[in-house]
């Protein structure tokens, strides 16, 4: 198995389950990880990355770590300081419309959306509320190239479209699509040399639908035009995933080895939770399991069974455990506090 793993966690593409993922499989394994200084939760995000981010980073000692998943805006030469050599770069993509639609509930209070109503409304004239200066613009245009290290108000030319896909391409080892997820799962497992179980997730930070519309296909268009470069991105690695898929796993076996995962989720849900899933925050019995709510989103999570044995309760809780509260457990693991 892979164990030394940079994963490009994009705003508000599952990346939080995929997070989750690494988080047991790297617990497991006594994996180390490139923490956030003094234990918080994202690498000084929107500052491009640097090493020196890296709680027990020293440029003297040559000390690498095994995972570095936490938000970074990506900047690859900084990032070859704190893991091996060896690394496997991944990342995963959302299509750019709901990727806008889900930000704009979740970063309400973002500059660029705090005065609309509605994401129609900030469309109909985007300038007007958007203003490339600010610090927290890339919520509101073009998230996906922020986060890959880009400028979100770049020109769209055929050439810097291009260059930035051959850069991404260039860095990254692949890319999952969070439209496919159990694909990309099993796409993980096959270039990880994982085992089905490492790669078995229940959604995390997933949003109740009450607060999810329907966006009009004239909005539709106006997103995809407001945030073209992303959707040069997306549509490019959709394509890419699937050639991917067709020459190293092919279809049939796809189709099997999603059986397979669906089948052992289904069967962790009927040994682990309580009901039939995802819970509204305000139903959620253990306080330790409550998801951060952020904006005008809320958060679903998760109620574990009762008398589950210790062995099992324990795997049950780490699947559902959301993530800053695991990832506060792992760091306390890692840099355990010095006794006064």
């Keep these: 198995p892979k164990t030394d793993i940079v994963f ?9 389950t995929v997070m989750n993922i690494l988080f047991r499989f790297g617990e497991r394994h006594n994996l180390t990880f490139a923490f956030p200084l003094g234990g918080g939760y994202q690498l000084y995000y929107p500052h491009h990355f640097l090493a020196t981010f890296v ?3 020293s440029p003297r000692s040559p000390r690498r770590f095994n995972i570095l998943c936490h938000h970074m805006r990506f900047l690859q030469p900084e990032v070859q300081k704190v893991v091996p050599s060896s690394a496997i770069y991944f990342s995963i993509l959302r299509n750019p419309v709901q990727l806008m639609e889900s930000s704009f509930v ?38 996906m190239t922020f986060d890959f290290g880009f400028n979100p ?6 050439e810097r479209v291009q260059l930035m896909l051959k850069a991404i391409e260039a860095s990254f080892d692949f890319l999952l699509i969070s439209e496919y997820f159990d694909e990309s799962m099993v796409l993980l497992k096959e270039r990880l040399c994982w085992d089905l179980d490492s790669v078995v997730s229940f959604p995390l930070n997933s949003r109740d639908s009450s ?31 699937w050639e991917r898929i067709d020459r190293d796993i092919g279809r049939e076996r796809m189709r099997w080895e999603v059986k397979a995962l669906r089948e052992r989720q289904a069967e962790l849900a009927r040994t682990c939770l309580q009901g039939t899933g995802s819970v509204a925050p ?3 019995k253990d306080s330790s399991l409550r998801p951060l709510q952020h904006g005008g989103a809320r958060i679903l999570g998760y109620n574990l069974k ?30 355990p506090p010095q006794p006064p």
């Design 8 to 16: 490009l966690k994009v705003h508000k593409s599952a990346s939080s």
């Design 55 to 57: 709680q027990g980073f």
């Design 106 to 143: 979740y970063y309400k209070g973002a500059s660029a959306f705090s005065r609309v109503r509605s994401l129609e409304e900030f469309l109909s004239q985007p300038y007007r509320y958007y203003n490339p200066a600010s610090g927290d613009r890339h919520y509101a245009r073009n998230l």
């Design 153 to 158: 108000d770049a020109e769209v030319s055929p």
């Design 211 to 241: 607060t999810k519309s329907p966006l009009p296909d004239s909005v539709v268009e106006k997103l995809k035009a407001w945030n073209r470069l992303d959707w040069e991105i997306y549509t490019h690695f959709n394509r890419t995933f």
């Design 282 to 284: 305000k139903d959620i």
């Design 306 to 335: 009762q008398g589950l044995d210790r062995e099992l309760e324990r795997t049950c809780r780490r699947l559902v455990t959301p993530e800053l509260q695991y990832s506060s457990l792992l760091y306390k693991k890692q840099f």
